[in-house]
């Protein structure tokens, strides 16, 4: 069994993300199967993709090396269950994009606690290309599996190992559950221009152009935030102006506060899911 045929189990927006990663980057598509009980769904990633679609999870992993658990974190459970006996005999490296669920939760479900199992943190980014995923290796996850995860994830984007699987619930607070927060901030900062007379699609145009524009000044230099920040802000201009009202506001705290809500959040989903 070689770690090139892939199983994913479920068909939804993020698997959707991969497969076409994946198909784009030259990743045959007759090596790629799809388990999707959803009939639409399933037809639409033949169409679109020509991978093999399935009904069920079982079928799917017929032949794969490589199973990517692409499932709501509340039915991961029941879906590794039903596909124990298969995994102890295939052995499968277990790649899982479920948030808040462990290596060692999700061998246990699946009847080996040997497993070779990769837990990712993908965010919906991912859809674009435009991604940040983390990832943690269990044990079991050889160098050559590791690479191939990597690779894997790295078709939705920037991906980011990290060596301590607590971790990744602060993953999941800062990249995971991030898009949000930033898309929090547009409202706002839209909703404010309009307040101050400017027409909506303007506020709007503004808005987003100024986050992609500040975004792609982070990621495009090697100047770190603070320093970016530093160089826009004159001393007694707008910019000043702004930013002692964010920081007399107490901005720095709360937005520590929500991400530790987030990975406190995440940490209870597991054990709930145990």
Known sequence: MNNGDIAFIGGGNMARSLIGGLVAQGHAASAIRVAEPVPALRDALRADFGVAVFESGAEAVAGAGTWVLATKPQVLREVCETL???????????????AGITTTQ?????????????????????????????????????????????????????????????????????????????????????????EEGLPAEAARALALQTVLGAARMLTESDVDA???????????????????????????????????????????LSAAND
């Not at 970016?228 to 506060?257: D, K, M, Y």
């Open 84 to 98: 124990a006996t298969q995994a102890r005999m295939v052995r499968p490296l277990v790649v899982s994009i479920a």
């Open 106 to 194: 999700i061998a246990r479900w699946l009847g080996d606690a040997g497993l070779p199992v990769v837990r990712t943190m993908p965010n919906t980014p991912a859809l674009l290309g435009a991604g940040a995923t983390g990832l943690y290796a269990n044990a079991a996850v050889d160098a050559t599996s590791r690479h191939f995860a990597e690779t894997l994830l790295s078709a939705a984007g920037t991906t980011v190992w990290i060596d301590d699987e607590a971790r990744m619930d602060a993953v999941t607070a800062v990249s995971g559950s991030g898009p949000a927060y930033v898309f929090l901030l547009a409202e706002a900062m839209i909703a404010a221009g309009m």
């Open 226 to 268: 603070a320093e970016l920040r530093r160089r826009v802000t004159s001393r007694g201009g707008t910019t000043q102006a702004a930013i002692e009202t964010f920081e007399a506001g107490g901005f720095r705290a709360l937005v520590a506060s929500a991400i530790h809500a987030a990975r406190v959040r995440g940490a209870a």
